[in-house]
Nanobody, 119 residues
């Protein structure tokens, strides 16, 4: 199983980006998909998470600007980021808890995609 994160790039303050994270390979179901970010010199932090039923949670400091969604038919999750600020600059990682074909729940990380917000 692989997670492929895409959509990072350079954007000006106030701009927007949408990140995507696609799961490929053999698995039974996509249980929870999360986005984390790690800014230079800082610890990785949870940005948002969404369950298989669509229940979601956004970090308090990002509510109103970030939205998480998923398309179960495409095994893909999305992070919509609006009104971006310089402090949103970080490497963004997707994480997925997937039910494997043997019934076990396994955790996977994507490779990370860099988001740079410039003024």
């Amino acid at each position: 199983v692989q997670l492929q994160a895409c959509g990072g790039g350079l954007v000006q303050t106030g701009g927007c980006l949408t990140l995507s994270c696609a799961a490929s390979g053999s698995f039974s179901s996509f249980v929870v998909m999360s986005w984390y970010r790690q800014a230079p010199g800082k610890q990785r932090e949870l940005v948002a998470a969404i369950s298989s039923t669509g229940g979601s949670n956004i970090a308090d400091s990002l509510k109103g600007r970030f939205t998480i969604s998923r398309d179960n038919s495409k095994n893909t999750g999305y992070l919509q980021m609006n009104s971006l600020k310089a402090e949103d600059t970080a490497v963004y990682y997707c994480n997925a808890a997937l039910r494997s074909t043997d019934g076990l729940l396994r955790n996977y990380w994507g490779q990370g995609t860099l988001v740079t917000v410039s003024s």
